[in-house]
């Protein structure tokens, strides 16, 4: 079983890599900024709330993103393993994961921490474009990772965008929460002995050879 959990900067490439070790390891892709998109959607008076938030970069309480990622986790798919793209963003979050773990007998075997500096992940946000139907993600500023037809996805040929959430300002704001709350986390795990540091600014291919064959080797 491989239960992971996936920290990094904003667009420092979580979702590629998530995505990637989704399909390697056969495990669901959990990203709480999907869960929250996705009921951000919802017409109706909190759905426009959050929709508010998310566009501003503000960030959203710890219950309301704890009860959507509670009810992802018990669906059966996770029971084999899951690989957790966002969460958690600071220690308080960190131990509420490990109460609802408890409560739905699951873990977390390895938090992969992605390490790359600021403006990297500035120029990666840039040129990001995303597919909102598959979760796919390209970016115009790398020639790697372009789809093979422009502005149209290459999994389900639908039609790619940007993401609402991805503009400078955003970008600043939860850059600085990173630093202020998410690395605390990174300290927390690095304590439990379960922290993988990799290097982000590789490419994802080659990230997603170092883990495996960090977990061949039983790390």
Do not use: W
Not at 40 to 61: H, K, M, P, R, S
């Amino acid at each position: 079983m491989k239960n992971l959990v996936l920290i990094a900067p904003p667009a420092a490439g979580k979702g590629t890599l998530s995505n990637l070790l989704s399909k390697e390891y056969n495990i669901p892709h959990i990203s709480t900024g999907d869960l929250l998109r996705k009921r951000a959607n919802v017409d109706d008076e909190f759905g426009i709330e959050l929709l508010c938030l998310l566009q501003t970069g503000e960030l959203v309480n710890d219950d309301i993103v704890l009860d959507l990622l509670k009810t992802r986790l018990s669906d059966s798919d996770c029971k084999n393993g899951y690989i957790l793209d966002g969460y958690p963003r600071n220690l308080n979050q960190a131990n509420q994961l490990n109460d609802i773990l408890n409560e739905i007998n699951l873990s977390i075997d390895y938090v992969i921490y992605l390490d790359i500096n600021k403006e990297i992940a500035k120029e990666r946000m840039l040129g990001r474009i995303t597919c909102p139907k598959c979760g796919a993600i390209y970016n115009r500023n790398d020639s790697s990772k372009l789809p093979k037809i422009d502005g149209v996805c290459d999994e389900c040929d639908s039609k790619l965008n940007v993401r609402t959430d991805d503009s400078i300002q955003a970008f600043e704001r939860r850059f600085e929460e990173f630093i202020n709350l998410t690395l605390p986390v990174v300290d927390f795990y690095k304590n439990t002995g379960k922290l993988v540091k990799v290097d982000g600014t590789m490419d994802t291919d080659k990230i997603l050879i170092e883990f495996s064959n960090m977990l061949k080797g039983d790390l």
